[in-house]
């Protein structure tokens, strides 16, 4: 369980074939310390197992479904990624509850600066509009966000400079895929109150449900 608040920025250090799996390792300062061997990490917003711990570098097997279904394919050395230890009791919350299984891949359609900030339009696949709703809480590379304006397949999010400085997002670009995980309180309800395929998730389908 994480929080979608990002702890450090790590450089990848290797993505390799090896066997079954692929290895991949990650340059780490602050995250470094904290873990140990077998924890669970967040690596832009997909769920790893630590593997081993040398020098300053975390190792991670990651199976052949996770690098199908992430943007961790894409990874190339000294290419940089978003961290986060796993959430551990009697540490304050921020964010929302993030489980680290992505659903899906984005891209980003724009990126316009309004003032200090960016807007981010991202397109995801349509099977999977009806499970975000506008001031919602998103997982995107394992940053925790809310949604702003929908429109068809496509959904926006503001990044403040904190959010451009703290994370990778600031350095990503129109095309790029985004690792997406919808809040998993939106998943239940979506199939606890029986959505329909052409129902989306609104303030006013959550009022006629009970919520």
Do not use: W
């Not at 780490?28 to 769920?47: E, L, Q, R, T, Y």
């Amino acid at each position: 369980m994480f929080t979608g608040i990002i702890k450090e920025i790590g450089r990848v250090h290797e993505l390799s074939r090896a066997g079954n799996l692929y290895k991949l390792a990650i340059q780490s300062k602050d995250i470094f310390k904290s873990v140990n061997i077998g924890d669970s990490v967040s690596v832009n917003g997909a769920c790893l197992t630590v593997k081993e711990k040398k020098g300053d570098i975390l190792s991670f097997d990651v199976v052949d479904e996770t690098i199908r279904k992430t943007n961790l394919k894409t990874l190339k050395t000294k290419n940089l990624v978003n961290l986060e230890d796993s959430l551990k009791a009697g540490v304050p919350f921020s964010g929302h509850f993030v489980l680290g299984h992505i659903d899906c891949v984005g891209e980003i359609k724009d990126a316009r600066r309004i003032g200090d900030d960016i807007a981010m339009d991202i397109a995801i696949p349509e099977e999977f509009i009806d499970l975000i709703v506008e001031k919602g809480s998103i997982a995107i590379d394992g940053i925790s966000l809310t949604i702003g304006r929908i429109r068809e397949n496509r959904f926006n999010v503001y990044l403040i400079p904190h959010t451009l400085e703290a994370t990778t997002l600031g350095l990503q670009r129109r095309g790029d895929g985004l690792n997406i995980e919808f809040d998993i309180i939106g998943k239940y309800i979506a199939r606890s109150s029986g959505l329909e395929k052409d129902d989306k998730i609104t303030e006013e389908f959550l009022k006629a449900k009970g919520f």
